[in-house]
């Protein structure tokens, strides 16, 4: 398997545009989580998916932020419009079994905002 | 205080070392994970753990609930070993569940 595919793995924007990150997990995983890390405030758990559903969004840090998950192969996170504070390394993983079960995290989107 | 707490945020190590990375906790826990990420930023599952112990080759991670207290040791420590390393605290039931994470500890290990 390939692991947790995501795209772009580098993002350059300037704020007020709408940022698209993607996610693609291993084939036959059940859970997708998206995390978001900064030097300041470390990991953050933003986002999590079972079997295509959102679970909790509690992470999300504000209205600008959304997560869909159209199909168990592809998922998203959009920000729009983006600020600077929203530049961090963005993070998908997913595994099989639920947040307590072992996660595959993906390389990771470095995303900064002008 | 933070609800997750590791100890040393920072460690250097000659190789063959014995290493022990400590996180504590103030949350109610379901489950503990130790998490490795490497220079280049990629993150690896080291270990879920919601009592006792559990090793993987020269990794040990030990966790006490009633001191709400996790180690993660690493045996015959070797450079390739340099990461950080970071434990996060799993609460709740799946649903409505959340992770907090440590801030991490950076080890070094010298040849």
């Known amino acids: 398997d390939a692991g947790v595919i995501q795209s772009p793995r580098h993002e350059v924007t300037e704020m007020g545009q709408e940022v698209t990150l993607r996610c693609k997990p291993i084939?036959?995983?059940?859970?997708l989580f998206w995390y978001r890390q900064t030097m300041m405030r470390g990991l953050e758990l933003l986002i999590y998916?079972?079997?295509?559903?959102?679970?909790?969004d509690s992470g999300m840090p504000e209205d600008r932020f959304s997560a869909k998950m159209p199909n168990a192969s592809f998922s998203t996170l959009k920000i729009q419009p983006s600020e600077p504070r929203d530049s961090a390394v963005y993070f998908c993983?997913?595994?099989?079994?639920?947040?307590?079960?072992?996660?595959?995290f993906g390389p990771g989107t470095r995303l900064t905002v002008l | 205080k933070n609800e997750v707490e590791q100890s040393p945020q920072n460690l250097t190590a000659q190789e063959g070392e014995f290493i022990t990375i400590n996180c504590s906790y103030s949350?109610?826990?379901?489950?503990l994970h130790w998490l490795q990420q490497h220079p280049g930023g990629g993150i690896v599952s080291l270990f879920m753990?919601?009592?006792g112990k559990k090793k993987h080759g020269r990794l040990i991670a030990t966790i006490n609930i009633q001191e709400k207290h996790s180690s993660l040791h690493i045996t015959a420590s070797h450079p390739r070993d340099s990461a950080v390393y970071i434990c996060?605290?799993?609460?709740?039931?799946?649903?409505?569940?959340?992770?907090?994470f440590g801030e991490g500890t950076q080890l070094t290990v010298n040849p």
């Open positions: 993983a997913s595994s099989l079994g639920g947040l307590y079960n072992e996660q595959f």
């Open positions: 084939s036959g995983h059940d859970y």
């Open positions: 998916f079972n079997n295509n559903v959102p679970i909790d």
């Open positions: 949350v109610g826990i379901s489950a």
């Open positions: 753990l919601s009592s």
């Open positions: 996060a605290v799993g609460s709740g039931e799946t649903s409505g569940s959340r992770l907090t």
